[in-house]
């Protein structure tokens, strides 16, 4: 196409224009008739050069979507992430199984006053809405790594047997694995505070308990405390090799009190995988990785710990694995359908009634709202005690 030709075609549009915007519906189409023969352009590229065509269709129709009307509005998608942040963010397919739970205690204690259409909506919500609605709120959390502080106790390793699948029956609660979290910081010098973490293999429950140090008598005293916390009998326990579980305190209790000790192999940290992933998702994601040390921050730490055993155990959904099968290069897991510790515990046939009952008045006692608060703000004091690099 040549210059001329474009300047041809630019007049004849031109001189168009007035004749067009005058024109009434018929006389329209015989202009652009004329054009586009006159030109050689196609009928649609001539309504966009002629201004008259601006005036039917104007811009200002993009700004409303057509279509049916979006079924979350705006109250709706606000309500949805006060109770995702109440939550500590969980992912779409969990915090639908928690949305009944959580709405009923929060309408209970009046902390939310929502209208029945939105928390119909809300108890409707798939897992894909709810993190297609959450896409752009959600944040994603790093942290840096810790660093490793347990020494292998060799003295009674050939007593204490290394655990295999077959040895317990994970049907029932009270088998739990053990393991510690130190909060050196940087460096492993000194004392420090450490976390027992406890996790049942069938329900997930958990319980944390902070320590002065991890001496056997501070260690052994912590899982003492958090075992008389359980909703269900101590039946065995599995620890990693580490001496502040291998020693004879602890076996001899073990022993006295008909509780299976058992212990993972040397270097493979995947024999405990069930308290290690409990290790990052309630101990470092809450209490960090920063250095602690003293009585009074091993109080405030035992005090969060109360309340988030609590918020973790009867308000977090927790999904649990179920069989892996191999296809070629490919493995495919299955899961349950994911549930509150809390609700794998009253359907255990592993508890009495009386436990039963015990947990279930607890359970109406308890406003998720209000734990969250109280942590926030024991979150912010025990800031206040860690240990900054250099001191």
């Known amino acids: 196409m040549t210059k001329a030709t474009m300047a041809t075609r630019k ?4 001189r168009s224009r007035i004749k067009y915007k005058r024109a009434k519906k018929k006389g329209k189409g015989l202009i652009l008739d004329g054009v586009c023969l006159a030109t ?4 649609s590229r001539i309504k966009h050069l002629l201004p008259g065509n601006i005036e039917v269709r104007p811009k200002t129709v993009k700004h409303g979507k057509r279509g049916r009307k979006p079924k979350y509005d705006a109250p ?23 949305m009944p739970d959580t709405i009923t205690a929060l309408i209970r204690f009046k902390e939310i006053d929502i209208d029945p259409d939105i928390q119909y909506k809300l108890q409707d919500m798939s897992s894909s809405t709810v993190d297609r609605l959450l896409k752009q709120a959600k944040e994603q959390m790093r942290f840096k790594r810790g660093i490793s502080t347990t020494k292998p106790g060799t003295l009674l390793k050939r007593n204490i047997p290394i655990r295999l699948e077959t040895e317990w029956d994970d049907a029932i609660p009270g088998y739990v694995e053990i393991d ?27 319980e944390t308990q902070a320590a002065f ?14 075992k008389e916390r359980l909703p269900f009998p101590l039946r065995g326990i599995d620890s990693d090799n580490g001496s502040e579980f291998i020693n004879d305190h602890l076996y001899r209790y073990c ?14 940290k995947n024999d405990n995988c ?7 998702h309630i101990v470092r994601r809450n209490i960090g990785y920063d250095r602690y040390e003293g009585n009074t921050a091993l109080t405030v730490m035992n005090e969060y710990y109360a309340l988030l055993r609590l918020y973790t155990n009867f308000f977090q959904p927790q999904t649990k694995l179920i069989s892996k099968q191999r296809e070629g290069a490919h493995i495919h897991k299955y899961y ?3 549930e509150t510790p809390y609700r794998r515990v009253l359907r255990s046939e592993g508890i009495t009634d009386e436990e039963r009952e015990k947990l279930q008045e607890l359970y109406v006692t308890l406003n998720p709202a209000e734990l969250k608060r109280n942590m926030m703000r024991l979150s912010e004091r025990l800031k206040q005690l860690r240990m900054l690099p250099g001191i």
């Open 274 to 280: 069930h308290v290690e992933q409990k290790n990052w």
């Open 180 to 206: 510690l979290v130190a909060h050196c910081g940087d460096t492993a010098a000194g004392d420090y505070l450490n976390t027992l973490d406890i996790t049942d293999i069938c329900t997930g429950w958990t």
């Open 255 to 268: 022993r006295e009190q008909g509780i299976c000790f058992t212990r993972s192999r040397p270097y493979r």
């Open 11 to 14: 007049e004849i549009i031109t």
């Open 213 to 226: 140090n991890k001496a056997q008598k501070h260690i052994f005293g912590a899982l003492l405390y958090a």
């Open 336 to 338: 349950e359908v994911p």
């Open 76 to 98: 709706t998608i606000t309500v949805l992430k006060y109770i995702w942040a109440l939550m500590d963010f969980p992912c779409g397919q969990r915090l639908t199984i928690a």
């Open 40 to 43: 050689g352009l196609s009928r």
